[in-house]
């Protein structure tokens, strides 16, 4: 059962007097809105008289009043605006029930409202409109954690994490800022989409359910499709299917998926993530590259004007032409050590003198990683193409054209985080079935994180596919980039949280301990 308050309580029996009055809380009627606060505020002008029959709704946020006229603030979608709510204006005639029992006792701040007037300017300077006509439009039945200051001391901030996440939609009533982070998210995916319209790729969509999941190195999460009676993953990547498509015939693809990995979580990852994956044929990564530098500096303008960002300490500028370091001098730069050519043992022993935390499933690939990961990745800040990575790190990346041992990819680092990871894709079947079988190897090993073998992927490309680039970004961090942000939470309206029910059973059991 619901647990309520005091004030919660009595809300609800100001519901119940609503309906004796005859008064519909919840009306289904549509509402005829002609206007926003930002317009009003944006487009009044008082020597044309103008804005004289307004219709505006939101959410009532303060209510001051003063006998027989009163002003109240509403919120909308784009802001607040100074509401005038004159007794004799609302109830014209003998009947002042409207003003003096619902908007002087009934009403309550958070509830949703229509105000139908016109723009004026207040004897203190205040734009407002002034209502002839009130109507309730759904009233809320909980108290919104309005801000409150009292001798310096702020009461009632709604700015508990934990709280935020979980009831996002208060977050955005009381913490309009919010709001603006998702807007810019919403214009990020927006500028990318028409920058990857511009160049003529398709965007695309390739399933969610898949019997095989593949494109990456990650636990999947696994389901059972009952009427196939088989068990299907949800994907860890789309990249498999989009190169498919190029195989197909397609010049260039994208889509913005949502993936699943079922590994931990923290300020940068979670569980369910979106990831564009877009494919490019006839192009590699070095063309790649500069495609990146240009869409990455178009959507730092579009969102904040300018290719200078402030993320965190750092101002990271997206504009110009990135660096590009080949991830063995990363680690000769920053570690100090000389990997080229070692062998599986010889890593061992360089991460045990390193100090480099590793685990006995690990291959050459990961343990590479995990010098890089430990040494070098934090001190890269500016935007930087690490280029040239170990065929044992990149299962699904053409080799590199001059040395064998590697394979044309890069991943892009910004503020020491990874942004994207792109290839100049393998399409030779007999190799790729190879890398596959030495994933089978590691996965036997104890790797729960290493691919499984994709056989009709193998038999598409032994079809042919055309020499290929394509890369993989995450929108979560490029947003948390764009907006300043520093946890991943912060970037998702709903990041997966654990149940209420269960956070309250461990606190009563520590209590209890």
Not at 243 to 259: C, N, P, T
Not at 482 to 498: C, E, H, K, S
Request: glycine fraction near 8%; charged fraction near 30%; include cysteine.
């Amino acid at each position: 059962m619901a647990e309520y308050s005091e004030q919660e309580l009595i809300r609800r029996e100001s519901l119940a007097k609503l309906r004796e009055l005859g008064i519909e809380p919840y009306p289904a009627a549509e509402y005829p809105v002609n206007a926003t606060a930002a317009q009003i505020l944006a487009e009044y002008d008082p020597e044309k008289g103008n804005l004289q029959e307004v219709c505006i709704a939101g959410r009532l946020m303060s209510r001051r009043i003063m006998g027989a006229a009163s002003f109240g603030e509403l919120q909308d979608e784009t802001g607040r605006i100074q509401v005038y709510v004159k007794r004799d204006e609302i109830c014209p005639g003998e009947d002042k029930t409207m003003y003096n029992t619902v908007w002087k006792k009934l009403l309550d701040i958070g509830d949703i409202v229509g105000i139908k007037g016109f723009a004026f300017i207040t004897q203190t300077g205040q734009l407002s409109v002034h209502a002839k006509e009130l109507t309730l439009l759904s009233k809320s039945l909980r108290v919104l954690p309005i801000v409150k200051e009292q001798d310096g001391q702020v009461f009632d901030a709604f700015t508990d994490p934990e709280l935020r996440y979980r009831q996002r939609y208060v977050d955005l009533i009381v913490n309009p800022q919010v709001r603006e982070t998702f807007v810019k998210r919403a214009k990020i995916i927006a500028t990318m989409r028409e920058y990857f319209n511009a160049a003529g790729c398709l965007e695309v969509e390739t399933p969610i359910l898949q019997g095989i999941p593949g494109g990456a190195t990650a636990r999947p999460f696994v389901t059972h499709h009952n009427a196939l009676d088989i068990p299907l993953y949800l994907r860890i990547a789309n990249e498999l299917y989009l190169k498919r498509l190029i195989v197909g015939g397609y010049s260039g693809v994208y889509e913005f998926a949502k993936d699943f990995r079922n590994e931990g979580m923290d300020k940068t990852h979670n569980p369910e993530f979106t990831c564009m994956e877009i494919y490019v044929a006839y192009k590699d990564y070095n063309w790649m590259m500069q495609f990146v530098e240009t869409m990455l500096a178009k959507v730092s303008t579009a969102v904040n004007g300018t290719t200078k960002v402030k993320i965190g300490e750092n101002e990271v500028d997206f504009g110009g032409t990135y660096r590009r370091l080949p991830i063995l001098d990363a680690i000769r730069e920053y570690a100090g050590v000389d990997v080229k050519g070692m062998d599986e043992e010889q890593l061992r022993a360089t991460c045990k003198r390193l100090n480099v935390e590793i685990e006995p499933s690990m291959g050459k690939g990961k343990l590479i990683d995990a010098i890089f990961g430990t040494y070098c990745e934090d001190k890269l800040i500016q935007p930087t193409f690490i280029i040239d990575y170990p065929v044992e790190m990149s299962p699904l990346t053409k080799r590199h054209r001059t040395d064998p041992t590697l394979t044309e990819r890069f991943e892009l680092f910004v503020c020491g985080k990874e942004l994207a990871n792109a290839y100049s894709e393998l399409n030779d079947p007999i190799d790729q079935l190879e890398r596959f079988e030495e994933q089978a190897r590691l996965k036997s090993k104890g790797d729960d994180e290493a691919m499984y073998i994709d056989m009709d992927f193998v038999r598409a490309l032994e079809y042919g596919m055309p020499p290929t680039s394509g890369l993989g970004m995450g929108i979560d961090r490029l947003t948390m980039f764009m907006t300043g942000q520093t946890t991943i939470q912060d970037v998702l309206f709903f990041p997966q949280m654990r149940p209420e029910k269960v956070l309250k059973k461990e606190n009563k059991d520590q209590t209890d301990q």
